[in-house]
């Protein structure tokens, strides 16, 4: 497998085939493109030694409230029931007087972070691990925009997702498994854009697992032979090289014949692999105990440690179908509900990881797509009673731990009632810059020439926010 | 951007920074794809590609490799005109008649449209669908799209000018064609593409990008925001260009281009009741929405008075307003009509900034009117107002306020003013900040309103999904009763309207002085100036496109980008050659095919002698940049699904009409004929390097990764294909060595050696007839065109 150039637009030079893809990956990844047998997904060093080399995004979709959760406002509670002082911000919906938070919140860990009942176990387990940033804002108090901003770094345009630029630009560690892997049981709102390649090679895109389906045959397609058994495949291929290599006699000098025919080896082995990743039944009692795999939330985070240990450098892990966060009315039973169902499985990934020495590698995410405003929201019925929250892109929630975040802290802050973000209010692109950071990459280098131009998750934004890194 | 671009943005933005907008840059002047077309002086009686691309080896000091033989440039014609394997009879027409016999007889079937119509569809984003919020099921189909798609295939296959078909795609609506013309449907080019929430800015900017770089190599989308970093291509014309598309909207009530059948009627009455029903709505809500802003006028002056904009008044456009909300756009535009008029001496809003705009800050009580009586009587400020004013003087900012709303309303109420009383025209006409046009009216709706409208609107589309026997219908685009003249939209955002800009042509090839469109939205003037001889780049452009088809690269190695980015193509002067071909010859693709298949250059063999000098070619031209050899080719999605199911005796013929999912085991149609999704894309679909129907795409990517092999190891689709070329043969020959060779001759086309006879019996034996024949759809020798 000597010197071929898969990512090559025919049996051009890599170099123009790389022009014409518009390789920004950066100079050291680049010579490895120029110089190495690889393939697309071949694994390339990043920019700078990474802090994290993979992500697991507990992505809470529908917006968890940020004053109800890991944000706690006592001035909020002493208005309940009466307007704020301060006005109401503009969100996607009519609100009112002040919601005071049904939850109870008290300190934890040496760190003495914050936090309410939702999240009493990861915080009472991990309080010191965990790296708070209360002053998250985005630009518009909408799912889909805000979901696509979160994944993609952009509202409507199409626009690679953050895992589709890691995998294009670090390749994917383990051949035989994708490099993003996205977990959901059914399809958050704007489905499949949240985890699109837009127009990065459509090899760099998610691969969706609907988590609530238990065959291992949906993370890969066409990974397993119904029909044929394993060694009677591996003849069938034998004769296939045999038959390439026939053909190749006369065609030494081109790459690309060399590059399919390794493809069908990597298959071969993937399919092995693939298998076992997802396959819960050989982990021990007490690992099935600890994240609760009775229950989906448990299986999925296991699922995404398997993944992460394998080498699949993004995994993506929606709490559920459409947007189950989205607590326009009845929060406080709705948000303890989902409270129960999140809250054991990520204190249980947590430990895992940390037990295994993963977490000092692995970078883990916990947000929604935005937050929830600290007034009540007006129902559109005239006969609903006011009892959940809108839509707040103004000010939310989102933490980090492991993977070269500092611990036990937070950063930034809301106003007195939790709605706006005014100290130190870290945009989602300097999220993305961030978290690209602490992979390896500078954001303003992770470039994609495209359509006359060079193109980067952060558009002409973000910044890394250096008090968060360790 | 890259370090490795650096110094030329450098260059380039201090030259823009020095000159005025619009200039081109002395760069620019000297960019070899803005120049004139230059076609080469050729000699009579010889192949004029050969002679220019000979020129060219000669000077480059390179040989070139022979001829390739009969069955290889057989198999390679079929899949460049038809991309499909050749048949046993077309070998043998090229044998017997020459292989120009061949290749009239593949211009002339209508295979050829379904290969170089996809080819377009490329260009032209395609998609089935939509894409957005809920878009599954039938609610993801556009029941319409395939119409153009069927278009562009019967174009191709008509040998359309394509002048002509790019003046359909962009205004065919203005081409004098008969109402049912089948030819709207060429407007699905400007239709077709993503949605963006809605979001018009997006959409027009999409609409910008697939004209521009998909037609002419420009991408004049970069100048959205700033001019362009390049190109001489101001802000300015990216405006002009977005007023022709803001001045253009989708009917509700799409024309139909195709008599209905009686199965069809059915449909057609209910799309009426439909329509109808949409269009009331669209009308009672647009009356009542601007009564309601007029009436809502204190509210709206008093936000005015004493709030700063919010964001959500100028770009987000998707709030779930409720009924006694004010609307958000209605007030920027009061914003703006006041701060446009309070001025000192105004006749209506004169005291406005009197008492208003000059208070303290927080301050709610405003100067005593008494001071300004004077001043307004003698500025001439209407009696009303000074009435109203001078009746109960304004003591507080809401007083002032009331006193405005009651008057304006009062002189809006009373039809015996007429329309251009200076009060009435506040509120009543288009002037008015209540005012918006009827398209736009789902913007103001009320949440349930406005979900009540879009299911309407959605159902017309479902209605259309679930009548298979529906007459086609064209996804057109028309001129607006209101012409929108545009103004620069200041860093791209259209809450910072700056400079007003005509609706007109690139000044980078119209020149400074280019003139106004003078045809409504200017669709139309578009077209025109973009197939103008004239203009340097539609031609090379299209040229360059088809070489790159033929020979597997371009001859500019961004065939969408013909800025100053792009590289001087090796072969200029045979890209000009080609491009002048092209506008003489009336625009017709189909001559430039003969003149390019029946060169020596496209006929070279692709296997390249082991001996010097063509070891050291590999080196010193490795890319093939002088053409000394033909470029191996991968069979793409279309090509490989359509083998398989050709060789395998499946592939069903029939053309044209409503897409079936690729994914379904029926589906035997060709691979053109499948839906193309937008949103949930299926495995095959990417794994093998589909063009992505989100934006404009100027070439495929190629790439090599283990999700094709285990489609072909694994999928029911090639297993089924393999079973069916296995059982094609079972009937015919028990004779194991003599099935082998049929099987070969189905797949490959040829026979099999000794050596491979012996292999595939051995195999055979263990393993069955099934799976020896998925090995050969399998290999390389297949996946590959020589």
Wanted: with cysteine.
């Amino acid at each position: 497998m000597s010197g071929f150039h898969p990512l090559s637009t025919s049996a051009g030079s890599r170099r123009d085939a790389l022009l014409s893809l518009g390789a920004g990956v950066g100079t050291l990844a680049l010579a490895q493109i120029l110089n190495a047998d690889t393939t697309a997904l071949a694994p390339r060093p990043a920019h700078h030694r990474p802090r994290a080399r993979n992500i697991i995004h507990i992505y809470l979709n529908g917006g968890p409230s940020q004053v109800d959760t890991w944000d706690p406002k006592p001035l909020l509670d002493r208005h309940g029931g009466r307007p704020i002082p301060i006005g109401n911000l503009t969100t996607e919906r009519e609100t009112g007087v002040a919601l005071a938070s049904p939850f109870r919140f008290q300190q934890y860990g040496d760190s003495g972070l914050w936090a309410s009942t939702v999240f009493e176990k990861t915080a009472s387990r991990h309080a010191d691990r965990l790296c708070v940033i209360r002053s998250m804002h985005s630009n518009t108090p909408n799912h889909e925009q805000s979901m696509r901003l979160m994944n993609c770094g952009d509202e409507r345009l199409s626009r690679p997702s953050y895992g589709s630029w890691l995998t294009y630009g670090l390749g994917t560690e383990n051949q035989n498994l994708p490099g993003f892997v996205t977990l959901c049981p059914g399809l958050p709102v704007a489905d499949f854009s949240n985890w699109r390649s837009s127009f990065l090679p459509g090899v760099y895109q998610g691969t969706y697992l609907d988590t609530r389906k238990k065959e291992v045959e949906s993370l890969v397609a066409n990974i397993r032979n119904k029909t044929l058994p394993r060694d009677a495949q591996r003849q069938q291929l034998d004769l296939l090289a045999k038959l390439n290599r026939r053909h190749r006699e006369t065609r030494k000098e081109d790459a690309l014949l060399e590059a399919r025919i390794a493809s069908f080896e990597l298959a071969f082995r993937m399919q092995l692999e693939a298998t076992d990743a997802l396959d819960l039944s050989h982990e021990p009692k007490s690992i099935h105990k600890l994240y609760g795999t009775d229950k989906l939330h448990g299986r999925q985070m296991l699922m995404a440690r398997r993944l992460v240990e394998r080498g699949v450098r993004v995994v993506q892990c929606y709490h559920g179908d459409v947007q189950p966060w989205d607590s326009h009315e009845g929060l406080a039973d709705a948000h303890a509900k989902l409270g129960r169902e999140a809250d054991g499985p990520i204190a249980a990934l947590l430990t895992d990881l940390a037990q295994r020495g993963l977490l000092d590698e692995t970078l883990v995410v916990c947000g929604g797509e935005f937050g929830r405003t600290p007034a009540v929201e007006i129902p559109l019925g005239a006969n609903r009673k006011p009892t959940g929250r809108d839509h707040n892109h103004h000010g939310y929630t989102v933490w980090m731990a492991g993977g070269g975040t500092r611990g036990g802290m937070t950063y930034g802050t809301t106003d007195d009632f939790g709605y706006r973000a005014v100290d130190n209010p870290v945009h989602v692109h300097d999220l993305h810059a961030t978290m690209l950071h602490l992979m390896g990459f500078d954001h303003e280098e992770l470039t994609y020439h495209h359509a006359g131009r060079d193109f980067r998750l952060t558009d002409v934004h973000g910044r890394v926010i250096d008090e968060l890194l360790a | 951007m890259t370090t490795m671009t650096l110094p030329r943005i450098l260059l380039v933005s201090a030259l823009a920074l020095a000159l005025p907008a619009g200039r081109p840059t002395v760069d620019a002047d000297d960019h070899w794809a803005f120049q004139a077309i230059q076609p080469p002086r050729v000699p009579s009686g010889v192949h004029p590609i050969d002679v220019l691309v000979d020129r060219n080896l000669k000077a480059a000091g390179l040989r070139t490799v022979p001829r390739a033989n009969m069955p290889t440039l057989v198999r390679r014609l079929c899949y460049d005109l038809h991309g499909l394997p050749p048949k046993p009879r077309q070998l043998e027409l090229a044998v017997r008649k020459g292989l120009d016999a061949l290749t009239e007889s593949l211009l002339a079937s209508p295979h050829y449209g379904e290969r170089w119509g996809r080819h377009w569809l490329d260009v032209a984003r395609y998609a089935d669908t939509k894409d957005g919020v809920l878009m599954y099921g039938d609610n993801r189909i556009r029941p319409f799209a395939y119409t153009y798609r069927d278009y562009v295939i019967r174009s191709f296959n008509q040998d359309k000018p394509f002048d002509r078909f790019i003046h359909e795609q962009l205004a065919a609506d203005q081409l004098d064609l008969p109402d049912d013309a089948p030819e709207l449907a060429a407007m699905g080019f400007l239709t077709l593409g993503r949605m963006f929430d809605r979001n018009r800015h997006d959409i027009i900017d999409d609409q910008i990008d697939v004209v521009t770089r998909g037609l002419m190599g420009l991408t004049v989308a970069c100048a959205r925001c700033h001019d362009h970093k390049f190109d001489p291509i101001p802000t300015a014309d990216y405006y002009s260009l977005y007023g022709v598309f803001a001045s253009s909207e989708e009917p509700v009530d799409r024309p139909r281009i195709e008599t209905p059948r009686n199965d069809g009627k059915k449909y057609e009455a209910e799309h009426q009741l439909k329509v109808a029903e949409v269009r009331k709505m669209l009308s009672n809500q647009h009356t009542s929405l601007m009564a309601t802003a007029r009436s809502r006028t204190a509210r709206y002056l008093l936000k005015v008075a004493t709030t700063d904009p919010d964001i959500n008044e100028t770009s987000i456009f998707f709030l779930s307003l409720i009924p006694k909300q004010i609307r958000p756009q209605i007030l920027h535009r009061w914003r703006l009509f006041v701060a446009a008029r309070a001025q000192p001496g105004d006749r209506v809003f004169g005291p406005w900034h009197d008492l208003l705009t000059r208070r303290p800050p927080n301050s709610d009580s405003v100067p005593d009117s008494k001071r300004f009586l004077a001043a307004w009587k003698k500025s001439g400020v209407d009696q009303r107002l000074l009435d109203a004013l001078t009746t109960s003087p304004p003591r507080r900012v809401r007083d002032v306020t009331e006193i405005y709303a009651r008057v304006l309303i009062g002189a809006s109420a009373d039809d015996r003013l007429p329309d251009s009383d200076p009060l009435r025209r506040t509120l009543i006409g288009k002037q008015s900040p209540t005012w918006f046009p009827l398209r736009q009216t789902w913007y103001y709706m009320s949440r349930t309103d406005k979900d009540k409208y879009r299911g309407l609107v959605r159902g017309l589309d479902i209605l259309a999904v679930k009548s298979p026997n529906a007459a086609a219908r064209a996804m057109t685009l028309r001129d607006t009763d209101e012409l929108y003249s545009p103004v620069i939209f200041r860093r791209g955002d259209p809450t910072l309207p700056g400079q007003p800009v005509p609706r007109r042509f690139l000044q980078l090839i119209a020149g400074p002085k280019s003139v106004p469109f003078a045809n409504g939205s200017g669709r139309s003037d578009l077209a025109r100036a973009i197939t103008s001889p004239k203009n340097p780049l539609t031609a090379r452009v299209l040229a360059n496109r088809v070489w790159m088809h033929h020979f597997g690269e371009p001859l500019v190695q961004t065939p969408s980008d013909f800025g100053l980015q792009s590289e001087r193509p090796t072969q200029l002067g045979l890209l000009d050659f080609l491009a002048d071909r092209l506008i003489r010859g009336g625009w017709k693709l189909k001559s430039l095919h003969r003149l390019i298949v029946s060169s020596r250059t496209w006929q070279r063999d692709s296997l390249v002698p082991t001996t010097k000098p063509f070891t050291t070619q590999l080196v010193t031209d490795a890319t093939n940049r002088h053409l000394w050899r033909a470029n191996r080719r991968r069979l793409d999605l279309e090509s490989l699904r359509d083998t398989l199911l050709a060789v395998s005796g499946r592939l069903d013929l029939k053309m044209f009409g409503r897409p079936t999912a690729i994914t379904s085991p029926d589906n035997r149609r060709r691979t053109v004929y499948a839906i193309v999704e937008r949103q949930n894309i299926p495995d095959v679909v990417r794994n093998f390097d589909f063009a992505s129907p989100d934006c404009s795409t100027a070439r495929r990517q190629v790439t090599t990764v283990p999700q094709q092999a285990l489609f072909m190891l694994n999928s029911d689709f090639v297993i089924r294909s393999a079973k069916a070329l296995a059982s094609r043969s079972e009937s015919r020959d028990p004779d194991k060595s003599r099935r082998i060779g049929e099987i070969y001759r189905m797949a490959l086309r040829r026979e099999p050696t000794e050596d491979e006879r012996e292999l595939g019996s051995a195999f055979v034996t263990n393993h069955g007839w099934d799976r020896f024949s998925q090995v050969l759809l399998m290999t390389n020798e297949l996946m590959f065109v020589d």
